[in-house]
């Protein structure tokens, strides 16, 4: 029998946690030093173009080129013609109504608060994420311009200036995207988790081979549960792609990340494995070599048995977990011919072959009317900047007017999020304002007379910042905001800046951004990421019950399952994003909170599988051409949804501490829905069911059991 050893060193120093946190951030991964020269490359050919051609706004424009470029490729082209409407249409937002209130002071305040409100609860509630921060970039770094005492002519022009700014960096973006893809072709979003099944397959080959695991893979492991999926998944939600294939990707995504955790883990026991352990894991490495294969090929990986009668090892204490996992991802797929099929959105001079319930909107997520967390994010931005806005005016202080760009370039909801941010906004801002930015003032630039020096020092310190920017969830804020301090201060001018007040003034601001970030989003109006991961968790478990139920009969035209499924969609990636903020959570309940944490990391892969299982059956429920049901079938199916909506319901009432309501077997419904589907639409002698049929019955099959088995471990 295989035997574990398993050993409990003593806590490292802090210094040498910290030296092995940085070591493990920092070491270089494949295409980090090309995506980190696309940054650099981008930043300095717009800091160039804005300090020759004297172009106002250059650090606004070099730090939009730098983070944009951070992004996807496809995203960053597909991006670009949307931001800039976007900038257009924020400029024509500020030239017409700040000319309705020039000489009135209250009438001015309110303006700017109802304008700081539509920029936060746009980037909230727009479809395009780049295009909504753009816009509310463009409000706030005018704000101070139409606060000077300077002609109306003047306010405008510079007004225009901030567009024409922006838009040289969006084409800047735009053209190195178009290069940076025609070196290397490909969708990133699906190499990206082909590397993940990758790495795993060789680290199950080590094992299944009974070899040591050697150093390259247990670190390509490691890197990549370090560096979590938050990035993939920030790119296929601002994606073009239609709705069924970010619903299915992203649950490939949670599936794919979540196999590369359990490896990471599994690589920090020493274990001798049995011969009956490394059969299970070759069949497991083989599953996902195949499911590798056909990703990169565009199929739909097929389906994958698992073995009931396999227990879990006691010398692989996670391989149960792991053939679980794997065996989910084919049934994300459910009801799908190819993934191919579901990838690019349709052509501008093609119309959309879609049911009309299935339409993106174009501008605005389909719940943002419904959703009370969009406007609560908004009146939480507003508030920060707001009182940035009455401070700085009060005192009358306009160098520090910083901070209200701090406040929209760093919102965020929860506490465990954003202490983990605010660490590094400070951090941050000291080192690239503090030490590269003074310190520059003071050891440098004295020394520089011309504008390639001036470059030199820019393209290192944009390097630097782009390689933190690029590392993980942990530290890549720190290279941003690194980046935000050393542009204010040396790029507002056309000129070398020597004077440390200046410096002294947008480092204040800075700091004054954070400071009122941390007052409203964590002391006044914030939440433990811990309690909000388990509230946004059981607020899925009842919005996957009321879908489930929809549409009700004779409801079928007014369906409003859209709105539902981006409620749905986007509270799976906030409990990810919250379970990620718990990490930096102190407090007599951490324990407690952590091992909620695993625990709702293994539940929401198994939720966002019967969430797309769902969405495959529902056309059966809404009766589309060639998935209609006969009456007795459909009242069948009816009764069976209802039975799952009810368990939803009961997992999410135990989950609130609530005792749960009495229910009927769930098991009972699907023997009702088969044996009255076989009834009624069997055909021949043998009593074949037609291709439709049989999949229907598949489908709902696959969602009952994957319901008791989560019904079960909750």
């Known amino acids: 029998m295989a035997l574990l050893a398993q050993t409990a060193p003593a806590p490292p120093h802090p210094t040498a946690w910290f030296r092995d946190f940085l070591k493990d951030e920092l070491t270089p991964y494949p295409e980090r030093a090309a995506l ?31 983070t944009i470029s951070r992004e996807s490729p496809q995203t960053t082209g597909k991006a670009v013609k949307s931001i800039i409407a976007a900038f257009v249409l924020g ?39 780049g295009a909504s921060t753009r816009f509310g970039y463009l409000i706030v770094i005018t704000v101070p311009l139409w606060d000077s005492h300077i002609p109306a002519e003047l306010k405008v022009e510079g007004t225009l200036w901030a567009v ?53 893979t247990e670190k390509r492991v490691a890197r990549l549960a370090m560096l979590g999926t938050s990035r993939l998944r920030r790119t296929l939600r601002r994606s073009t792609h239609s709705e069924q294939y970010r619903e299915q990707m992203g649950a490939v995504m949670v599936l794919a990340g979540r196999l590369v955790d359990i490896a990471a883990n599994l690589t920090q026991l020493r274990v001798q494995i ?31 048995e698992v073995n009931s009668e ?11 977990e792991m053939e679980k996992t794997v065996a989910l991802i084919p049934m994300v797929f459910s009801g799908s011919g190819s993934i191919g099929a579901y990838a690019p959105s349709p052509p501008a001079d093609e119309p959309a072959h879609e049911p009309e319930h299935e339409q993106r909107s174009t501008f605005f997520v389909a719940d943002a009317l419904s959703n009370p967390e969009h406007l609560k994010f908004g009146l939480k931005g507003c508030l920060a900047a707001s009182l940035c806005y009455i401070l700085y005016s009060s005192v009358d202080w306009p160098g520090i007017s910083t901070a209200i760009t701090t406040c929209l370039l760093t919102a965020l909801s929860t506490v465990g999020a954003s202490r983990q941010k605010q660490v590094l906004r400070f951090a941050g801002a000291i080192g690239g304002g503090v030490v590269a930015g003074m310190g520059a003032q003071v050891f440098i630039l004295p020394h520089v007379d011309s504008i390639t020096g001036f470059t030199l020092l820019f393209v290192v310190v944009t390097g630097i910042a782009a390689w933190f920017a690029t590392s993980g969830p942990r530290l890549s804020y720190f290279g941003v905001q690194f980046a935000v301090a050393f542009y204010l201060i040396h790029l507002q001018e056309f ?21 009122m970030m941390w007052l409203v989003f964590d002391q006044l109006w914030g939440s433990s990421a811990a309690v909000e991961m388990r509230r946004t968790f059981i607020s899925n478990l009842r919005s996957l019950g009321q879908l489930v139920r929809e549409p009700l009969p004779g409801t079928e035209k007014t369906w409003r399952g859209d709105s ?15 379970a990620d903020g718990v990490l930096f959570e102190l407090g007599p309940s951490r324990q407690g909170d952590l091992a909620l944490r695993n625990q709702i990391r293994r539940w929401q892969p198994q939720l966002r599988t019967i969430f797309m299982t769902r969405i495959a059956l529902v056309k059966y429920r809404l009766q589309l051409p060639g998935f209609e049901l006969p009456e007795p079938a459909r009242e069948a199916q009816q009764e069976f949804d209802n039975r799952l909506a009810g368990m939803l319901d009961g997992m999410a009432d135990r989950m609130a501490g609530k005792p749960p309501q009495r229910t009927d077997r769930f098991e009972d419904a699907f023997e009702g829905l088969e044996h009255t589907v076989r009834t009624c639409c069997s055909d021949g002698p043998q009593g074949l069911l037609p ?12 969602i009952e059991n994957m319901t008791i088995s989560l019904d079960r471990q909750i």
């Open 36 to 66: 980190v020269a696309r940054m650099v490359i981008a930043a300095t050919v717009v800091m160039l173009i804005t300090m020759t051609f004297r172009v106002p706004y250059g650090a606004y424009a070099s730090l939009y080129a730098l």
């Open 564 to 578: 539902l499924r981006e409620t749905i969609n986007t509270n799976f990636d906030k409990v990810r994003s919250m």
């Open 274 to 304: 049995a011969s009956d352990d490394r059969q299970r894991i070759r069949a497991l490495a083989a599953s996902i070599a195949s499911i590798h294969a056909d990703l990169l090929k565009g199929r739909v990986p097929g389906r994958i």
């Open 91 to 129: 400029g024509a937002y500020v030239l017409i109504s700040a000319l309705f209130f020039p000489g009135d002071p209250l009438l001015r305040l309110l303006w700017v608060i109802g304008s700081l409100f539509a920029s936060f609860y746009a980037i909230s509630t727009m479809t395009n994420y």
């Open 310 to 320: 396999n227990k879990t090892s006691r010398g692989v204490p996670l391989l149960r």
């Open 164 to 216: 024409w700014a922006i838009t040289i960096a969006s084409v800047v973006a735009a053209l190195g995207a178009l290069v940076f893809r025609a070196l290397r072709p490909g969708d990133e979003l699906v190499s990206a988790i082909a590397e993940r099944f990758a790495s795993v397959e060789e680290l199950l080959n080590c094992y299944s081979a009974h070899r040591p695991v050697d150093d390259a």
């Open 691 to 702: 291709a439709e049929m049989q999949t229907f019955l598949t489908l709902s099959g696959s």
């Open 495 to 515: 000129t070398i800046q020597t004077s440390l007040a200046v410096a002294r003034d947008r480092v204040a601001g800075i700091m004054l951004g954070l400071f």
